[in-house]
């Protein structure tokens, strides 16, 4: 089972999210739900290219919720980097031309 560390970046992120868009109370129990099932299956995000590489993402608990994360094979961890909202055009998963 791979272990799920929340990086300081990423936390931050969601930290500004729960504040700015007023999310309930329970966000961080919602999300790591969301972050769950990659402890067995942490390739299970599709993985994104270009600058992102070797970036992973999966949703979180609302489906503008965009969980970053890069899986260390050799250590058996997943370290989730980053949350983007993507309703944004900065968002990871924007469409970039």
């Given at each position: 089972?791979a272990?799920?560390?929340?990086?300081?970046?990423?936390?931050?992120?969601?930290?500004?999210?729960?504040?700015?868009?007023?999310?309930?109370?329970?966000?961080?129990?919602?999300?790591?739900?969301?972050?769950?099932?990659?402890?067995?299956?942490?390739?299970?995000?599709?993985?994104?290219?270009?600058?992102?590489?070797?970036?992973?993402?999966?949703?979180?608990?609302?489906?503008?919720?965009?969980?970053?994360?890069?899986?260390?094979?050799?250590?058996?961890?997943?370290?989730?980097?980053?949350?983007?909202?993507?309703r944004?055009?900065?968002?990871?998963?924007?469409?970039?031309?």
């Open positions: 089972m272990q799920v560390i929340v990086t300081p970046q990423a936390r931050r992120d969601v930290d500004e999210a729960i504040s700015a868009l007023t999310l309930p109370e329970d966000t961080w129990a919602r999300i790591a739900r969301s972050l769950r099932p990659l402890e067995a299956f942490p390739l299970a995000g599709p993985e994104l290219g270009g600058r992102w590489a070797p970036t992973r993402f999966v949703l979180g608990p609302w489906s503008w919720m965009i969980l970053l994360y890069r899986y260390e094979r050799s250590a058996d961890r997943v370290y989730v980097v980053a949350m983007h909202d993507g944004s055009v900065t968002s990871a998963t924007a469409a970039h031309r």
